[in-house]
């Protein structure tokens, strides 16, 4: 029999889920385990990138910095870390690892599980509350935690950082049946950590959740509809409230021009295919694509199951339905510009910051897992409940995962930068062009060692300062160049010999024989310089 909530979802049923969630992670990411210091994806870019905003998010709060997202890259830019994701949330999740060590290897590996264990509660808390049975909730956060579209975004920290998803459809369900300050709270939390967690992810809960409120008013009787649609927008001007101080740098942004066009989400649009693709170890006979969203076969089942019982006129129809358009919704937004909807939606203005509609699927994903978990909490035995949750767990694993065990050597220039007392920016030379900016992550990852202002950088925007500075340190204006950078305020200059055609060697030497570049230290190929202004 259905269980009621309170019974449900106490402190030791949520513990519990957390635990498992846990050990969980440690499978599905092993040999993550076994290196958890040294183990890395840092043949990516992105992963590059995110150990940084991690480390940098770790460095601003620990420091009390309240201009959080005035990071240290592409200076003299000012919130540059609006150009990305700002992982706000994830630095909170790890801050108690923070006091133990300054490792940003760990820092990332601990922020990935932890990550991982609170999307498994949050689904679990989710799929209880619309399942009503323990067993659903189970399977909810199993699926939604672990689906294999996460393995193949590993260097990806913020499309890990899911939680906020589940937690806000479960307090707007909590909100609706039992109106009051604890779960608009809740849902004014979840809200705001969103933004804090993923724009992607926090773009596309603003959109599908006051759709699934207004739909799910309907289930309610009429006098309640406008006194719980009140504490609604009563919760939603809260979110509002708190997201402001991560959402005013973004909109800056996007104010100077930073924007999407069309043409670059179609091409990083989802294909229908995608939705019978995994990496799942199980499904090895399935097609490839680049983003996974095949929940598995035990999950479509338990929804089909769950779909039969709703046609038939159970208790559970009006949820089953209002998953189905928020499945739906997700597959539409997903499949980018060409269905539509998500055209739509870009000429509102947010959706112009995106690139990426495929990863719309995670609601989709989200709403697969809440609807076997409605389907499994309708099967009648338990051995063929946990032979449903067994099937599920390794239609999950696509271990073990390419975890490279080396972390990137440090050269010892970077020792002699962090001992500076000089303040003044820094820029690496040769400095990567526009198109290839990307080259500059090892720069921005080591610029964890010293913190030092930066004037490479890379993110989600090349600024236009980035680009003048490439033009003339990488021709024949080279001297002009740092003269140019000396007025910004640069005072220190990193050469890089071996990365140095002839042409660029034969400029370092004369800006070091016309006193520009004075040297303050040699290590192997690499030069530190002071640059002198006129």
Same mark, same amino acid.
């Given at each position: 029999?259905?269980?009621?909530l309170?019974?449900?979802?106490?402190?030791?049923t949520?513990?519990?889920?957390?635990?498992?969630?846990?050990?969980?992670?440690?499978?599905?990411?092993?040999?993550?385990?076994?290196?958890?210091?040294?183990?890395?994806?840092?043949?990516?870019?992105?992963?590059?990138?995110?150990a940084?905003?991690?480390?940098?998010?770790?460095?601003?709060?620990?420091?009390?910095?309240?201009?959080?997202?005035?990071?240290?890259?592409?200076?003299?830019?000012?919130?540059?870390?609006?150009?990305s994701?700002?992982?706000? $949330?994830?630095?909170?999740?790890?801050?108690?690892?923070?006091?133990?060590?300054?490792?940003?290897v760990?820092?990332?590996?601990?922020?990935?599980v #932890?990550?991982?264990?609170?999307?498994?509660?949050?689904?679990?808390?989710?799929?209880c509350?619309?399942?009503?049975? !323990?067993?659903?909730?189970?399977?909810?956060?199993?699926?939604?935690?672990?689906?294999?579209?996460?393995?193949?975004?590993?260097?990806?920290?913020?499309?890990?950082?899911?939680?906020?998803?589940?937690?806000?459809?479960?307090?707007?369900?909590?909100?609706?049946?039992?109106?009051?300050?604890?779960?608009?709270?809740?849902?004014?939390? /979840?809200?705001?950590?969103?933004?804090?967690?993923?724009?992607?992810?926090?773009?596309?809960?603003?959109t599908?959740?006051?759709?699934?409120?207004?739909?799910?008013? +309907? +289930?309610?009787?009429s006098?309640?509809?406008?006194?719980?649609?009140?504490?609604?927008?009563? $919760?939603? %001007?809260?979110?509002? #409230?708190?997201?402001?101080?991560?959402?005013?740098?973004y909109?800056s942004?996007m104010?100077?021009?930073?924007?999407?066009?069309?043409?670059?989400?179609?091409?990083?649009?989802?294909?229908p295919?995608?939705?019978?693709? /995994?990496?799942?170890?199980?499904?090895?006979?399935?097609?490839?694509?680049?983003?996974?969203f095949?929940? =598995?076969?035990?999950?479509?089942?338990?929804?089909?199951?769950?779909?039969?019982?709703?046609?038939?006129?159970?208790q559970?129809?009006?949820?089953?339905?209002?998953? %189905?358009?928020?499945?739906?919704?997700g597959?539409?937004?997903?499949?980018?510009?060409?269905? +539509?909807?998500?055209?739509l939606?870009?000429?509102?203005?947010?959706?112009?910051?995106?690139?990426?509609?495929?990863?719309?699927?995670?609601?989709?994903l989200?709403a697969a897992?809440?609807?076997?978990?409605?389907?499994?909490?309708?099967?009648?035995?338990?051995?063929? !409940?946990?032979?449903?949750?067994?099937?599920?767990?390794?239609?999950?694993?696509? =271990?073990?995962?390419?975890?490279?065990?080396?972390?990137?050597?440090?050269?010892?220039?970077?020792?002699?930068?962090?001992?500076?007392?000089?303040?003044?920016?820094?820029?690496? @030379?040769?400095?990567?062009?526009?198109?290839?900016?990307?080259?500059? $992550?090892?720069?921005?990852?080591?610029?964890?060692?010293?913190?030092?202002?930066?004037?490479?950088?890379?993110?989600?925007?090349?600024?236009?300062?980035?680009?003048?500075?490439?033009r003339?340190? #990488?021709?024949?204006?080279?001297?002009?160049?740092?003269?140019? #950078?000396?007025?910004?305020?640069?005072?220190?200059?990193v050469?890089?010999? %071996?990365?140095?055609?002839?042409?660029?060697?034969?400029?370092?030497?004369?800006?070091e024989?016309?006193?520009?570049?004075?040297?303050?230290?040699? /290590?192997?190929?690499?030069? @530190?310089?002071? @640059?002198?202004?006129?």
């Amino acid at each position: 029999m259905p269980l009621e909530l309170p019974r449900l979802l106490t402190g030791r049923t949520l513990a519990l889920s957390g635990l498992g969630s846990f050990l969980l992670s440690l499978i599905y990411t092993y040999p993550l385990v076994m290196a958890p210091h040294e183990a890395n994806r840092f043949d990516s870019p992105d992963a590059l990138l995110s150990a940084w905003i991690l480390s940098w998010d770790l460095h601003a709060i620990l420091n009390g910095n309240p201009a959080i997202f005035d990071a240290n890259i592409f200076f003299p830019e000012r919130n540059t870390l609006a150009y990305s994701e700002n992982l706000v $949330a994830a630095a909170l999740l790890v801050l108690p690892f923070r006091l133990f060590t300054d490792n940003p290897v760990l820092l990332l590996n601990a922020a990935l599980v #932890m990550a991982l264990v609170a999307n498994g509660i949050s689904g679990f808390a989710l799929g209880c509350l619309f399942s009503r049975s !323990r067993y659903g909730g189970a399977l909810t956060g199993l699926l939604f935690a672990f689906a294999p579209f996460h393995w193949v975004h590993i260097p990806h920290l913020q499309l890990q950082l899911a939680f906020p998803l589940p937690a806000a459809f479960y307090f707007a369900r909590r909100m609706r049946d039992a109106p009051g300050a604890r779960p608009a709270l809740g849902l004014a939390l /979840s809200i705001a950590a969103s933004f804090g967690c993923s724009g992607y992810y926090a773009l596309f809960l603003a959109t599908a959740l006051p759709l699934f409120v207004l739909v799910d008013l +309907g +289930g309610i009787e009429s006098e309640r509809r406008g006194r719980t649609l009140a504490g609604f927008v009563a $919760a939603a %001007s809260a979110a509002l #409230m708190l997201s402001l101080p991560l959402l005013l740098p973004y909109a800056s942004k996007m104010d100077a021009g930073y924007r999407r066009v069309l043409s670059a989400a179609s091409v990083n649009s989802a294909t229908p295919r995608a939705y019978v693709t /995994s990496v799942s170890r199980f499904h090895n006979f399935l097609p490839d694509e680049e983003e996974p969203f095949f929940p =598995g076969f035990a999950a479509s089942v338990l929804a089909a199951l769950a779909f039969w019982r709703a046609v038939r006129g159970g208790q559970t129809r009006h949820d089953v339905l209002l998953w %189905s358009f928020v499945g739906i919704g997700g597959i539409a937004l997903s499949l980018g510009p060409d269905l +539509g909807l998500f055209t739509l939606l870009h000429r509102l203005g947010p959706y112009q910051g995106l690139r990426v509609p495929a990863r719309a699927g995670i609601l989709f994903l989200l709403a697969a897992s809440v609807l076997a978990g409605i389907g499994l909490a309708r099967v009648r035995t338990r051995r063929s !409940r946990l032979a449903f949750l067994t099937l599920a767990a390794a239609e999950c694993y696509a =271990g073990p995962l390419p975890w490279t065990q080396e972390v990137p050597p440090l050269p010892p220039i970077y020792t002699h930068i962090s001992t500076l007392e000089e303040r003044g920016a820094l820029v690496e @030379l040769p400095l990567p062009p526009p198109e290839r900016f990307q080259d500059n $992550a090892r720069y921005v990852y080591r610029s964890i060692f010293h913190f030092r202002p930066l004037v490479n950088g890379y993110s989600g925007f090349v600024p236009q300062s980035y680009r003048k500075a490439y033009r003339l340190l #990488m021709s024949e204006r080279f001297e002009e160049g740092l003269e140019h #950078m000396a007025r910004l305020g640069v005072r220190f200059v990193v050469a890089h010999k %071996s990365r140095f055609g002839p042409r660029m060697r034969r400029q370092i030497e004369e800006a070091e024989r016309r006193g520009k570049l004075v040297i303050l230290q040699v /290590s192997g190929p690499d030069r @530190l310089y002071r @640059l002198e202004g006129d």
